[in-house]
């Protein structure tokens, strides 16, 4: 069995290896602007579907179809993978998508929750434009960490993030410009799991609460006592929720005849959660 992630950093999802056990294959395939893949190539104006290639073209090369997990950035990747590849995704695991294109569209409910985003994306790039890369990057981590989360960092951290954080206002641009409307997602007629923490910031606990009304067969946990960096912090118990979703899909799967499954899986949030490893 196979379980793909798109994730950044990769090593977030050790957790949920040990969950998934032996018979699950899990690959986490980084994004633009991790030390191991490098930077965008800037040829043209970045998108979802550029980070998403990568993923696409390994669940193309399969044999069989794939169990998608995502994370923050990586969970809005992933409802973009998910739906260009509907047919070959057997379950759907998100951690507080960054899907912030359904609470720009999202009318007055959603106004101040995307005003509060766009102000951390003209702040982040604002750093970037004036060479403040550092000061960006902690402002960045202490918005969805928790302010002192930077201070905590270890040195090495905090220097991987200063080189990371030029990709994040490409990310931001990507995210909030997904042309996908709410009405879209109505093709994702498989199993998803939409989970976010008791204190997720106001964006993506919005984010959470949107995504099961819309989707066809979702449902969603709330862990008590987490916030936005939970597969981080409270790393097993998310996995064991994946877990469980990806058991309850395969179960299912079993009784159908004539059917099999392999598991892949999606990463997580290269924007976010790439920020505290």
């Given at each position: 069995?196979?379980?793909?992630?798109?994730?950044?950093?990769?090593?977030?999802?050790?957790?949920?290896?040990?969950?998934?056990?032996?018979?699950?294959?899990?690959i986490?395939?980084e994004?633009?602007?991790?030390?191991?893949?490098?930077?965008?190539?800037?040829?043209?104006?970045?998108?979802l579907?550029?980070?998403?290639?990568?993923?696409i073209?390994?669940?193309?090369?399969?044999?069989?179809?794939?169990?998608?997990?995502?994370?923050?950035?990586g969970?809005g990747?992933?409802?973009?993978?998910?739906?260009?590849?509907?047919?070959?995704?057997?379950?759907?695991?998100?951690?507080?998508?960054?899907?912030?294109?359904?609470?720009?569209?999202?009318?007055?409910?959603?106004?101040?929750?995307?005003?509060?985003?766009?102000?951390?994306?003209?702040?982040?790039?604002?750093?970037?434009?004036?060479?403040d890369?550092?000061?960006?990057?902690?402002?960045?981590?202490?918005?969805?960490?928790?302010?002192g989360?930077?201070?905590?960092?270890?040195?090495?951290?905090?220097?991987?993030?200063t080189?990371?954080?030029?990709?994040?206002?490409?990310?931001?641009?990507?995210?909030?410009?997904?042309?996908?409307?709410?009405?879209?997602?109505?093709?994702?007629d498989?199993p998803?799991?939409v989970?976010?923490?008791?204190?997720a910031?106001t964006?993506?606990?919005?984010?959470?609460?949107?995504?099961?009304?819309?989707?066809?067969?979702?449902?969603?946990?709330?862990?008590?006592?987490?916030?936005?960096?939970?597969?981080?912090?409270?790393?097993?118990?998310?996995?064991?929720?994946?877990?469980?979703r990806?058991?309850?899909?395969?179960?299912?799967?079993?009784?159908?005849?004539?059917?099999?499954?392999a598991?892949?899986?999606v990463?997580?949030?290269?924007?976010?959660?790439?920020a505290?490893?």
């Amino acid at each position: 069995m196979h379980t793909q992630t798109t994730s950044t950093p990769a090593g977030q999802w050790h957790q949920l290896r040990e969950a998934l056990g032996t018979k699950y294959t899990l690959i986490a395939p980084e994004h633009y602007g991790c030390d191991s893949t490098g930077p965008w190539t800037g040829i043209y104006a970045f998108t979802l579907a550029d980070e998403a290639a990568r993923t696409i073209e390994l669940i193309d090369r399969s044999a069989r179809k794939v169990h998608l997990v995502g994370h923050s950035y990586g969970g809005g990747v992933a409802l973009h993978i998910a739906l260009a590849r509907a047919d070959r995704i057997a379950s759907l695991s998100l951690y507080e998508p960054l899907a912030f294109h359904l609470i720009r569209t999202g009318g007055a409910a959603c106004a101040e929750a995307f005003a509060e985003i766009m102000a951390l994306a003209a702040k982040t790039g604002q750093g970037v434009i004036m060479g403040d890369c550092r000061g960006a990057a902690a402002a960045f981590v202490d918005y969805w960490s928790g302010q002192g989360a930077w201070a905590a960092l270890r040195p090495s951290v905090q220097a991987a993030l200063t080189r990371w954080i030029s990709k994040a206002p490409l990310d931001f641009r990507a995210l909030i410009e997904e042309p996908t409307p709410k009405s879209g997602y109505a093709a994702l007629d498989l199993p998803v799991l939409v989970m976010r923490g008791e204190h997720a910031p106001t964006p993506t606990r919005q984010i959470a609460e949107m995504l099961p009304a819309i989707l066809p067969d979702a449902r969603q946990a709330v862990i008590a006592g987490v916030g936005h960096m939970g597969p981080f912090t409270h790393g097993t118990v998310v996995s064991e929720l994946i877990a469980a979703r990806v058991g309850a899909a395969e179960t299912a799967i079993r009784l159908r005849p004539r059917r099999s499954i392999a598991f892949r899986r999606v990463p997580w949030c290269a924007v976010a959660t790439g920020a505290v490893s």
